[in-house]
Nanobody, 121 residues
Framework: QVQLVESGGGLVQPGGSLRLSCAAS????????IGWFRQGPGKEREGVSC????????YYSDSVKGRFTISRENAKNTVYLQMNSLKPEDTAIYYC??????????????WGLGTLVTVSS
């Protein structure tokens, strides 16, 4: 079965850290650019980060730059999003998505179901 499964979400205090995982099954993740997106309460879905399939280059939105790090571990067919210095405004459902393109802009092929991150004291 071809799917993406996110994990690692949960409740964390402001200033804390979480590492999200996006695990692929049924296909090889390194052939795809992988993006992380999020949708907060009452907000539209927004792009957070992307790692390119071609050269591993990365992209971050201004709201997370310097705090989040995206990486991939091909041996585990998994992409990670390390989130540090979390803020209440980072509260959202986080989704990963696979793009058959050198960047996370075209040829979207698959979404995961999401994992909830709640930042609150």
């Amino acid at each position: 079965q071809v799917q993406l499964v996110e994990s690692g979400g949960g409740l964390v205090q402001p200033g804390g850290s979480l590492r999200l995982s996006c695990a692929a099954s049924g296909f090889t993740l390194d052939a795809y650019s992988i993006g992380w997106f999020r949708q907060g309460p009452g907000k539209e879905r927004e792009g957070v980060s992307c790692i390119s399939s071609s050269d591993g280059s990365t992209y971050y939105s201004d709201s997370v730059k310097g705090r989040f790090t995206i990486s991939r571990e091909n041996a585990k067919n998994t992409v990670y999003l390390q989130m540090n210095s979390l803020k209440p405004e980072d509260t959202a459902i986080y989704y990963c998505a696979a793009f058959k393109h050198y960047y996370c802009s075209e040829n979207l092929e698959l979404w995961g179901l999401g994992t909830l991150v709640t930042v609150s004291s």
